[in-house]
Structures are given as structure tokens and as C-alpha cells.
């Protein structure tokens, strides 16, 4: 916090007190306390054994802040991690549209400018013991996805938006009545009615730097409200098409596998990964000489109230930090634990929505009777031990 003190506020006037303000309120903006410590986890993640497709995950205890710095920020390859000259790379729209378009950086840069701070999580985080920090929250910016699909002009028949990256890779199909090796670019689609919602962005800064390479330089899409994964990046082309899409990433892969329950018939579903589910988790505890706290963060919808649970002890309402929050960003809360005791605990949260829905417990069939690791969305137990 820099000193600054009220002459030179006086001399230097209202953009220095703005300043000072801003500055003031970052500062506040998570509860934490002077000179406390992290007590670090005793559950820690496996040793990551795809290095080359999960980089730069959470330390969930490193959490300190509500936007996640650009260097912290995770991040997820599945081809290669494509290196893209921006003064060559052109953004390309076509398929079923009645004005196809070859868009350069500086021609998007130029339309009108919108941001939204959006928590980006992967759909597989905390579904494999070695991935449990795929999460992070930035202010993203670019220009409305869908005022250049207006401008591109939808033609008859034009259902879904196949969103194209530039990195590619190998995809094998092979069963009893097929056998097909491909060569393909990442894409992800939409229905044109979810590519359309105003909040779409084709983002290229993130937390007001250029977006960094891993992240999707020099441009993404960001879709607030979804998985990472329908937020694709080293953007390509946008193709309008009138059929669905149904590539690796949209019918065999991120496909969540759930026995379901219909007029006492078990159905087996098969959905697609799409929009962002309620959760939360514990991040720190920490110690300071006022005692012990616990804080964590919670999103994938809007938030009414979270919950924690010391041991098998009664659930406790946090505290919602208000200071920094936004419609698609987590909410960082916070919970005092005055009698903790030496020794072992377990820490567990739950998240509310708006509408009454919780965060499901890990026994709960819609965590129970899933059978992939993608939406792992039940509560979050972590082990500590208090000296
Ligand atoms: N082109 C492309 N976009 C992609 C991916 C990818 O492999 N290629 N991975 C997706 C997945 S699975 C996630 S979780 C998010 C992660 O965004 P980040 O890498 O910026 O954290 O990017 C998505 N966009
Ligand atoms: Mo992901």
C-alpha cells in the first residue's frame, strides 16, 4: 500500500485520489488478515501425469486474490499449443452465412469493446486425483460474437456455430464397423441461439494484457456462464453449419455418462458438457493470531449462500466477501474457526443457488451414478492438520 498523505492528495488532485481509492479497495477486496500463514493441505494433488495437457494448475492455498494473475492462470491443450503470428492470422467466418468474412486483429480491435470478469473452470476439475486446480477467474475483453454473426448474416438453415482453433492433432475411431485415423483442428460448437446470447465474446485481452499464448493468443472465445471447454482459443474460423456437430470434443469426449432415474427406470444418458455448474470448495486455512479461518471460493451459478462443514460437526454459514463480485465470477468466502483443535479435521463446503439448488454431496445420485469424470461438481472435502 503505498503512504500517501493529504497534502500531496491536495496537490495532486481528484485522478491521484481516484488512484488512491482504487488501489485501496483492491487491497480489501479478499479476507485475508496481516501476518497470517497457511496451514498447508495434508490431501495433495497426484503428480500430474499429462504435463503437456493440464499446465499452471490452482494452488487452491495460494488463493489470495479474486482475479487470478495472468501467470497463475491454468491452462489446457488437447492438440499442440499453437505459437500465432498475429499480424498473419486473420479470423475467418463462413459456412451457411450470406456474407462470408476474413477478420484481422486490428478490424476486431476496432469494434466496439466489451468486458466481463468470468470464472473460467475445466468440466474434468476435481474428476481425477490429479487435477483439481483447473480453475482460475480474469477480466476478460473483445468485441460481441454476436453482432459479427449478424453482420455475416445467418442464411436458411443455419443451426449451429462450429468454433475452429488453430492447433490440430490426431483423432482415431476404431470399432467393429469403423476405422478412421483423422487430422483435424479443436472446434467446439453451439446452437446458433446460444451463440448468439450478447454476453459471447470473441476476447483478445485478458486482465488488460494481450491474451498469452496459453490462454489463446491472439484470439478466444469466452462464453460466461459455460465449461472452459466450449471456450476455444487460437480462434480460427467461425463456421455456420445445418447440422450438428459432433466431433471429439462434443460427442465422445467431455460427454457425461449418468444413470438417471425415469418412472423407476433406470435411463442412461449421454449429454454434452455445456454450461457451468453449482459448486464450491474450501481453498485456505490459515492461521493468524486472532485463531484459525477457513476461505474458498464458489460459482457455476449465481450464489445465495455457502456453507461449511468442520468433521461430521453441523453446517456453518460463511461469509460472502461483497467487495469484488461479478454475475460470472466465483464468490470468495470466508468462515472463522475459533475452537479449532490440534490434530486432524476434514473441511467440507456446499454452495446455494438463487433458486434453492445445492452444491450435490459426493452420495448424491447425480454424483454417485456418474460414471465420467467430467462435471464433477460435488462437494469438496479437504484434510488439514492444526499443530
Ligand atoms: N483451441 C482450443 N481451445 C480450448 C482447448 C483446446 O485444447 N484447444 N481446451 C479447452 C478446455 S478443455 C478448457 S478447460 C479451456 C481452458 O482455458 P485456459 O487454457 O485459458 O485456462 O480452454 C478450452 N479451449
Ligand atoms: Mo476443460
Given at each position: ?8 492528495v ?7 485520489l ?39 494448475q ?5 488463493l ?51 468486458e466481463?470478469?468470468?470464472t ?18 480474469a ?19 443455419g ?11 490426431d ?25 448468439m ?6 476476447c483478445y ?10 490462454n489463446?493468443?491472439p484470439l ?32 465422445r ?5 449418468r ?49 461449511v ?8 454459514e ?24 490440534k ?25 454417485a451414478?456418474?460414471?465420467?469424470f467430467w ?13
Open positions: 500500500m503505498p503512504k500517501i498523505n493529504r497534502r500531496e491536495i496537490a495532486t488532485g481528484s485522478a491521484a481516484a488512484a488512491y481509492a482504487l488501489l485501496h479497495r483492491f487491497a480489501q477486496a479478499f479476507p485475508s488478515r496481516p501476518g497470517e500463514s497457511v496451514v498447508p493441505w495434508l490431501d495433495q494433488m497426484a503428480p500430474n501425469p499429462v504435463p503437456d495437457i493440464i499446465q499452471n490452482l494452488h487452491w492455498e495460494d489470495d486474490s479474486w482475479i487470478t494473475p495472468n501467470e497463475k492462470f491454468f491452462s489446457i491443450a488437447h492438440f499442440n499449443r499453437p505459437k500465432i503470428d498475429a499480424g498473419a492470422w486473420k479470423l475467418e467466418i463462413d459456412g451457411i452465412v450470406k456474407k462470408p468474412m476474413a477478420l484481422t486483429l486490428a478490424d476486431i480491435k476496432q469494434r466496439p469493446k466489451q466481463v470478469t468470468f473460467v473452470e475445466c468440466s474434468g476439475n476435481h474428476g481425477l486425483p490429479f487435477f483439481h486446480g483447473g480453475i482460475g477467474n477480466r476478460w475483453a473483445g468485441t460481441p460474437l454476436a453482432a459479427i454473426l449478424e453482420e455475416a448474416g445467418i442464411a436458411g438453415g443451426i449451429e456455430v462450429v468454433f475452429w482453433g488453430s492447433d490440430v492433432g483423432v482415431a475411431l476404431k470399432d467393429m464397423f469403423r476405422d478412421v485415423k483423422m487430422h483435424q483442428n479443436f472446434a467446439r460448437s453451439m446452437s446458433l441461439t446460444d451463440a446470447d450478447p454476453k459471447n465474446l470473441l485481452e485478458m486482465n488488460g494484457s494481450d491474451l498469452p499464448p496459453a489463446g493468443y478466444r472465445l469466452i462464453a460466461p456462464g459455460w465449461y472452459g471447454i466450449a471456450n476455444v482459443k487460437w480462434l480460427k474460423r467461425i463456421e455456420v453449419r445445418g447440422s450438428r456437430f459432433m466431433n471429439q470434443f462434443m460427442a469426449d467431455y460427454v457425461t455418462i444413470e438417471e432415474e425415469n418412472n423407476g427406470e433406470t435411463v442412461w444418458a449421454e449429454t454434452s458438457v455445456g454450461r457451468a455448474l453449482l459448486k464450491s470448495a474450501p481453498a485456505r486455512v490459515t492461521k493468524s493470531d486472532s485463531g484459525y479461518r477457513i476461505t474458498g471460493a464458489a460459482w457455476g451459478a449465481p450464489i445465495a449462500k455457502v456453507e462443514k468442520i468433521d461430521g460437526g453441523p453446517w456453518q460463511a461469509t460472502i466477501d461483497h467487495s469484488e463480485e461479478a454475475d460470472f465470477a466465483w464468490k470468495i468466502w470466508s468462515i472463522d474457526w475459533p475452537d479449532a483443535a490434530g486432524k479435521h476434514t473441511v467440507t463446503s456446499r454452495a446455494f443457488d438463487m433458486v434453492g439448488n445445492m452444491q450435490p454431496a459426493m452420495d448424491d445420485p447425480r454424483i451414478k456418474k460414471h465420467t462435471e464433477s461438481n460435488g462437494q469438496v472435502t479437504r484434510q488439514v492438520e492444526l499443530s
